[in-house]
Structure formats: C-alpha cells, structure tokens
C-alpha cells in the first residue's frame, strides 16, 4: 500500500520559490469566457495543467506555460538552508527561479497539457483549441533566461475552434515517429488522428484520419444540427491500451458519458515505429490463434475473416522491414519507420459496447456520468478503471486483449451476429468514496486518473476533495497465484470472491471544510527520482499541495543495468557453492515400487489359459518347461528393475546423510555467530550505522547538488551538449575578456587596485627610461637641426634616425596610455 511519510514537503512550502512556481497568477490575465446563452449549459471539462518530462514540469496558468526543474529547486533551497542556518519561508515574495515559454501564438485559456512519448512535444488543450509546441531540449528550462522561446502550431483551425465542439481528451499514439501522432477526441463522437510534422503546416490543419463514431456504430448524425445524448453516446475520455501484448499499442478505449467503453482497434497512424521485438511477438501470437482454428468448431465467419485480415497486415508490415534489411542503399544514421498498410482497409471497427457480467453495483439515486477511463497491464490480466463524477470507481478485469478488426468496403447496420459477439469484460468491484458531494457536481465536476510512474497496480484519482490512491497490488497477487490455466473459470471466481478488495488511501485533502468545487484539483503529478524522491504534487485553484512517499522495499533494489558495476574479481564467498536441499523438489519414489509384481500377472495369465497344467501337479514335458522357462525370464527382468530401484535410493540415502550432516554443520555455525552477535552490543551498533548512514546520505547530497548547479544530471552526463564551435567560441570570449581588461561584477575594486599598482611601478620603469635616453634624443635632434642627412648611421650606438624618430614616437604614445588608464565593466 502507498505509504505516506509526509503531507508536505519543505522546498515546495508556502513562501518558497517552488510553491510560488505552481501558485502564481499568471502575468497576462486569463482570456475571459463568452457569454453563455440560455441553450448552453455550464459544463466543465477535464483539467491536466500538470506534465513532466522527467523531473522538468511544465505548468499552466491561464494562456502561460511555465517551466523549471523540481532538482533544481531542491538544490537550491538545500544549499540557502545550509547557508543560512534557517528555513527560507518568509512573508516576502521569493525570488522567481521558473522560466515560461514564449508563445505568442497561445491566446485561449489552457485545460490540458500532455507531452509526447519522447519527450519532444507538448499538446497544449483549451476547452475547444489545440496546439502543439516543441519543447526546448533537455537542460534549458535551468537557463538564466526569463523567456524561452518556443516553436508552436495550431492543430486544426477548422475542427478545433471557439465554435467547434469541446475538446474532451487529447492523447499521443505510442508508436508515433518521435511522439509525433496526435489522437484527439471531440464530444461530438469524432477521433481525429494528426501525424505532425512542425515544418509541414499542413500535417497539422488536416487530420491524416477521421473516425465518426456515430457512422462506425451505425447510428445516424442529424444533418441540421447534432445534439449528444449525455446518458448514451457524449464522449466523456479515452486512452490508448498500456503493454505490448498483442493488439494493445493500437488499441483506443473510448469511454462514453453514459459509462459505456468502446474501442478503435487498431489505429495506426501513417508512420510509425514498433518498439522493440514488438513485431516478432506479434507473429508469434497471431500463428498460435491461426493454429487453434482447427481445434475450435464454433468460430464464426467474422473470427476468421478477421484473423485472414490480421495475417494480411502483418504479412505486409514484415515486408516492409525486409526490404529494409535487404536495401544495399540503406544507412545506419538513416530514420526508418513503417508506413500504415494499403492490403486491408486503413479504418478500424468500432468493437462494443462491452458487456460488463456481472453489471455493476448502482451505488447512488443521483444523477452522474462517466468521466475518465484508464488501463492498465499487470500478470495475468489487464485492468480497465472508470471514474465518475460522484467520485465513484468501476474496475473490470480483461482476461483477453481487443483483436484487430477493420471495417468493409462500405458501413452498414451491424449484423444480429455482431451483436451477439460483443467484448467482455468482467465487474470485480465499485469503490464508494467516503466524501461528501457538493451541490450541482454532475456536469460540474470531472475527476480525472493519473498513471503511477513506479507502481502499476497504484493509481490516484483527482477529484473536487483531493486526490485518492487506490491500490490494487494485493488482489492481483492472489489472482496471479491463483490463474492456472488448468483451472476452471468456477474456482477462479470463488478465489476472486475471497479475495479483498482495492485499498483507497486519501494522499490529498484539499477540502478539508464543506465541499466546494474551488478546491477541486486542477493539475496532479507523480514522480520518481533519486534526488527528488517518490512525490506528488497537486495544485488547485487556491493552493498547492504535496505528498512524500516511501518506496516500497521490493522497488529499492532496482538497479539500471547501466549503472551496474562489473568486477574483474569478485570476491568468493563461502556461500556461493551451498544449495539447500530445501530449495530441492522432494524425492519420489519410483512407481516401479507402487505396482503390484509382473510374476503375479504372468501366472493370472497362464492360469486362465491352461487351467488344468497350472493347477495340477507339476509334469515335466515341454509345455510346463516353456511355462517355467518364461517365469524365470520375468523374475530375471524384474530382479535387474528392483536392484537399479535400490541403487538409486541408496544414493539418495547418502546424499541425504551428508545433507543431514552438512545441515547439522551449518546450524552450529548460526548458533555460533548468533551467540557473538548477541555478545555485541547490538543497540550502539545501529546507531553508528545510523549515523554512517546519515553522513553518506548528506554528502551524496552536496555531491549531486554541486552536479545540479554546474548543469550536470543525475547519471553525470552534461545536460545541455555544447558543439565544438560552441566550445571555440566561448575561448574565443574569454581571451577577448582577459586582453580588454572585463572583469565580474563585485570585483571592481580588487582589480582596480592591482592595476594601480601595477601602473605605479611600470611609469616608475618607463621615468627610468626616459632619463637614460634623453640625452640621446637631445642630440639627434640638435644634429638635424645642423642639417645631418636623414638615415645616417649615429656615431654611439649606429642606429639609423629613421628607426630612432620611429621607436620614440611609440614611446611617447605608450606614456600618454600608461598615463591615462580605463576599467571596463561587464555589463
């Protein structure tokens, strides 16, 4: 379960730089809202003002987008704490440590932001607009610069504008080339699908496809003007499948304000880039179905059309990156990715709505609707989550990923056998949150899911109160030790009966007075990392709020195989070679001692086929001979059977005696060091390792400050790369710097002082000089005067006039510097 150490954290307080990052009104006040008419209704939509890219969080506040890194801001408020001795709260407004985004382009109020895969770009959503923008390289949100400017385009102008629908959801496609397919959803029943290319200006006005949900569940779209039916097809979220397992990648949940979950499978996008094996699993899986047609005799012509169809694609995309292997012209340094597959038609079937068995638990009288969906991948079954707006969660187990199915030639009315094979997904339970609803929450309030970066069975839930962490992880346990594939559905429904539910924790309390819906929470964030820890961090409308967790004991220990350190010679230990019996399955006797003896059927035969010979006395001839030479041949076989039998027990008894022994050996040993660690005194030997513990953790501390403030990350690698020209340009600065003279602020007077010096002495050098050669002049110049020829060679030293006149002019110009010194400043 989530454990909470602290409900705040000191470098994101009130009063600091970090909470002012997330509770500052923005600079340019919010674009104000149109008047709504008595025909439209005051629903809100989904807010996400809160994303990541690592430890750097992006922030909206009303049409800004602020930036900074949460490492940098602990280690600046670490260093002015060790500094001053005391904490930096202070009624004064702190100092401003955040850099925004320079984005002219932005004049609606932003809902959402949701960063790309690759962390490349960022989707910026209002209640109806969207944009996209590409987000500075890593490392420049902890430049000096006030502003940072970014590239930015609007995303369907004609789709997406102030008279368009609502923008319900924005999500990024998984397999996008460089994060860069865009999946938006519109609460009037239409997915659009935008491959973006930010020098392409048309890649982001024209969606590269088009789902009409109405037109796919065949249901018609009144032509005059098309109002949602709120309880029935008014899209509420959707989310793209966690897990590579088969289909998953391209699969879309499409979650409908009346709770109903459909899915697009697959949604491919022009080009796209598979991770990792993902194809070769995806072959695997698809020749296991192909293969178990023939054992299933009830599968249906759509199973197997759509099984041809799923064959057809995959054949065309191995295709594809054969001829990528095989292309002589090919380069490594080259992008490749896959284009969308022409071999079958590029739009999906609408699958659902899915059957939910048992239907859910009906846990309130009250009007509400659906408003967020998320999945999630765990061993052996998938989760989907639903969330309502009385705060209520539905979670359904999917024992089987959605299959990839197309539609034909032309959409027609589905047929009675569709109708019959719609998905299922079963009900495992529905969470009542035990918070009270504040008046008018139905359209008015819409909590949202948020992912968890290190547990995947923990997700939170932002709602109007706070924000809940549910935790699934012990139920999953129990299924995992319980789905044995032998098993029938029967016994893993008891087991699941059993089983506790989901444990709801609350992480976030920010109506702790009546319910309002100004404290619902606008932005929430959850994050790893191993200086800034396991946090999460909420902000609403009036406050900010924080949460410290403990990592759980079987996370701490992994470890990235890059950072694992090889020896050359590692230590041996006395251990190494020991493998308890206990680990070993145990013995089992051959059967050959369970069975009942051969000679015993071998007479039973005999008997019944010659009774007379067998029961009567014993005759010498050549039957009964041929009766006793096949009975000696038995017990024979037999006697060598038992006698290898025994060889091997006698083996096993051995090696159980000196197992027994070896066992015996090692009891002693632990009774030994037991007896000398109890000897010891245990208590001050975990305070010294307590204080070890502390020292090494406060100089990792410094030591990854220092990183941070020289512009370093957590692995040492330099952040922001600079080029050799980069390089060169600023040594080419710095010799500028020292030959003009330029010196920092703050260091004016000691510079000052040791050019004086250093003036003093050299005028004291150049007076000496001048002495000395005075004379000297004096009598060139008397010479000219009497007419000597100029560039005649003087009679002391033999140096022409013309050098002579050259060198004291220069002498003269530098006295007249040396004389007249000026300071320069950097600015």
């Not at 996209?132 to 420049?140: A, D, Q």
């Not at 989550?385 to 187990?397: G, K, P």
Request: aromatic share 8%; with cysteine; hydrophobic share 35%.
């Amino acid at each position: 379960m989530i454990n909470v150490t602290s409900d705040t954290i000191p470098w994101l307080a009130k009063g600091t730089p970090g909470y002012s990052f997330f509770a500052d009104p923005p600079k340019q006040p919010p674009v104000p809202k149109y008047i709504l008419s008595a025909t439209q209704s005051e629903e809100t939509t989904p807010q996400r003002r809160i994303a990541n890219r690592g430890t750097e969080v992006f922030v909206a506040a009303g049409c800004e987008i602020r930036c900074v890194d949460l490492r940098f801001l602990k280690a600046q408020y670490e260093e002015e704490l060790e500094g001053t001795g005391k904490t930096t709260q202070s009624s004064t407004k702190p100092e401003r440590r955040y850099q925004v985004l320079n984005i002219p382009e932005l004049d609606f109020t932003i809902h959402q932001l949701d960063i790309s895969p690759d962390g490349q770009y960022l989707a910026i959503v209002g209640e109806k607009r969207v944009a996209v923008c590409l987000l500075p390289s890593p490392g420049f949100v902890r430049s000096s610069y006030e502003k940072l400017r970014a590239v930015c385009r609007q995303i369907g102008t004609t789709y997406h504008n102030e008279s368009s629908d609502k923008t319900v959801r924005v999500v990024w496609h998984p397999f996008g080339v460089q994060g860069s397919s865009l999946v938006i959803l519109t609460s009037d029943a239409y997915v659009r699908v935008y491959d973006i290319t930010m020098d392409q200006e048309t890649t982001c006005e024209v969606p590269d496809q088009v789902f009409d949900l109405n037109a796919l569940a065949g249901r018609e779209r009144q032509r005059t003007s098309f109002i949602p039916d709120p309880e029935s097809f008014e899209p509420a979220s959707c989310c793209f499948a966690s897990g590579d397992l088969c289909w998953r990648p391209f699969s879309l949940y499409i979650l409908m304000r009346g709770g109903d979950i459909y899915a697009l499978c697959p949604i491919v996008p022009s080009r796209w880039v598979p991770s990792e094996n993902y194809l070769h699993s995806l072959q695997r899986e698809l020749s296991t179905q192909v293969d178990a047609l023939e054992d299933f005799i009830d599968v249906t012509r759509s199973g197997k059309l759509a099984l041809r169809q799923q064959a057809k694609w995959l054949e065309e995309v191995l295709n594809q990156e054969a001829a990528r292997r095989s292309s002589s012209i090919n380069r490594r340094d080259q992008e490749f990715y896959f284009t969308r597959p022409e071999s079958v038609n590029p739009t999906p079937k609408l699958q659902g709505p899915f059957l939910l068995q048992p239907a859910p638990i009906d846990t309130s009288a009250e009007e509400v609707y659906a408003c967020d969906i998320i999945h999630t991948t765990s061993d052996p079954v998938a989760t989907i989550s639903v969330v309502w707006s009385n705060a209520n969660i539905d979670v359904f187990l999917e024992f089987e990923p959605i299959q990839a199915r197309w539609v034909g030639k032309k959409l027609r009315q589905k047929s009675p056998e569709e109708d019959k094979n719609l998905p299922i997904i079963a009900t495992f339970e529905t969470i009542k949150l035990k918070t009270p609803l504040p008046e008018n929450h139905a359209r008015k309030h819409w909590p949202v899911f948020m992912e968890n970066p290190l547990i995947g069975e923990v997700v939170f839930i932002a709602h109007y109160a706070g924000v809940e962490a549910v935790d699934m992880s012990e139920w999953l346990r129990g299924l995992k030790l319980v789905a044995d594939p032998e098993e029938g559905e029967d016994f893993i429904a008891k087991q699941l009966q059993r089983t506790q539910g989901s444990v709801v924790k609350k992480v976030v309390d920010s109506g702790k007075t009546l319910p309002n819906l100004t404290h619902s929470i606008v932005g929430c964030l959850v994050l790893q990392d191993s200086y800034v820890g396991y946090i999460l961090i909420a902000s609403s409308e009036t406050s900010v709020y924080a949460a410290d967790f403990d990592i759980p004991f079987e996370f701490r220990n992994t470890v990235d195989p890059e950072d694992v350190l090889i020896l050359a010679n590692p230590p041996k230990s006395s251990l190494a070679t020991y493998i308890p019996s206990i680990s070993m399955p145990l013995y089992d006797p051959p059967i050959t001692l369970r069975e009942p003896p051969g000679l015993y059927h071998f007479i039973a035969a005999n008997v019944h086929r010659n009774p007379q010979l067998m029961k009567g006395p014993l005759h010498y001839n050549a039957e009964s001979l041929e009766i006793l030479r096949q009975a000696r041949e038995q017990v024979k076989r037999e006697y060598e059977k038992f006698t290898s039998v025994a060889e091997i027990m006698y083996t096993h008894a051995k090696q159980q005696k000196a197992e027994y022994e070896r066992q015996l050996l090692k009891v002693h040993e632990i009774i030994t060091r037991q007896e000398g660690i109890v000897a010891r005194n245990v208590k001050n030997r975990l305070q010294n390792l307590e204080k070890d513990q502390k020292e090494l953790k406060a100089k990792f501390d410094a030591a990854f400050r220092g990183l941070i403030k020289n512009g370093h990350g957590g692995s040492g690698e330099i952040v922001v790369v600079k080029t050799e020209r980069e390089r060169e340009w600023e040594a080419e600065l710095q010799k500028i710097v020292e030959k003009t003279g330029f010196v920092e602020k703050g260091k004016e007077k000691e510079i000052e002082e040791e050019v004086k010096k250093g003036l003093e002495k050299r005028t004291e050098q150049v007076k000496v000089i001048w002495d000395e050669m005075k004379p000297i002049v004096g009598k060139n110049v008397d010479e000219n005067e009497t007419g000597v020829a100029s560039g005649s060679v003087d009679r002391c030293d033999g140096v022409p006039e013309e050098l002579r006149k050259k060198k004291v002019a220069e002498l003269r110009e530098m006295l007249r510097k040396e004389f007249v010194p000026r300071f320069h400043q950097l600015p």
